[in-house]
């Protein structure tokens, strides 16, 4: 697989540190092409100086033209993983419900829209997206994080069920815990949850090239959520039972 990336064009959105950031340099290793993008610039262009790529900053929604042009054209795999994690209920401001929505799962339909047509045409294309374990399952304390999760596990389920006998592959990323800003940023939630059986940015990179390898959809950088996926769907209620006493203890460490 190393051999076979070799030249090919690369685009991860969100790239400007934690998974992102790994996922580039790994690309970038194993003699890709790559263009990083972030929202902020000057993290882009330091993660793109470092491993010899193309900075091209702004919003994950709209990069596709430019990222295209900086590739001379061509792009063949498309890392969507810019995201935001989103806390709060339903009480949450509609706002934050809005770009949650956004930037979790209409970035990722945007790209796809731009990019199928071609990918189509030849009969190739790889689309990787950074879903999270909370897609799979949910999160407790993040409705709007936890929903829009579960939009960007449907759409790139929705993409290989559809467009895999064309030959465009796609692989959902879901890991738990990751040592990055968003895991400190989930506050206690995070803390009880995830912050346990966290991993590094580069064991989820190590994660999607041995899936890669194997051409597997579901990426589980965390071996154990197919266990939790499994018993969420044999047995729901004991699950959410189980879901609610963490919820317990997290109202209790909040008081």
């Known amino acids: ?17 934690g998974i992102g950031a790994a996922l580039a340099r790994r690309f970038a290793a194993s003699g890709a ?12 262009k330091a993660v793109a100086d470092e491993i010899g790529a193309r900075a091209v900053p702004g919003d994950a929604s709209g990069i596709v033209a430019e990222a295209l042009d900086a590739l001379d054209g061509s792009i063949d795999v498309y890392c969507a993983n810019a995201g935001l994690a989103s806390g709060g209920t339903e009480d949450a401001d509609e706002q934050i419900w809005a770009d949650a929505w956004d930037v979790n799962v209409m970035a990722h339909v945007r790209a796809a829209k731009a990019l199928l047509p071609g990918w189509l045409e030849r009969g190739s ?5 950074t879903v999270s374990a909370a897609g799979l399952l949910t999160m407790v304390g993040a409705a709007p994080y936890s929903v829009t999760k579960h939009g960007a596990y449907a759409f790139a389920e929705w993409l290989s069920l559809t467009y895999r006998h064309r030959g465009i592959k796609v692989h959902a990323i ?9 895991l400190t940023a989930a506050g206690s939630a995070g803390e009880l949850v995830l912050a346990p059986t966290a991993i590094e940015p580069e064991d989820v990179a190590d994660a999607l090239f041995a899936g890669i390898e194997e051409d597997r959809f579901l990426i589980l950088p965390h071996p154990e959520v197919a266990g939790y996926y499994a018993a969420r769907a044999a047995a729901p209620d004991r699950w959410l039972s189980n879901m609610n006493h963490i919820q317990q203890k997290m109202e209790a460490a909040q008081q």
């Open 33 to 44: 092409r790559v263009v990083v993008n972030d929202l902020d610039a000057g993290k882009a």
């Open 174 to 182: 879901c890991p738990q815990g990751v040592r990055t800003d968003m």
């Open 1 to 17: 697989m190393v051999d076979s990336l070799r030249g090919t064009g690369v685009v991860v959105t969100g790239a400007g540190g």
């Open 125 to 129: 294309g790889r689309f990787v997206s």
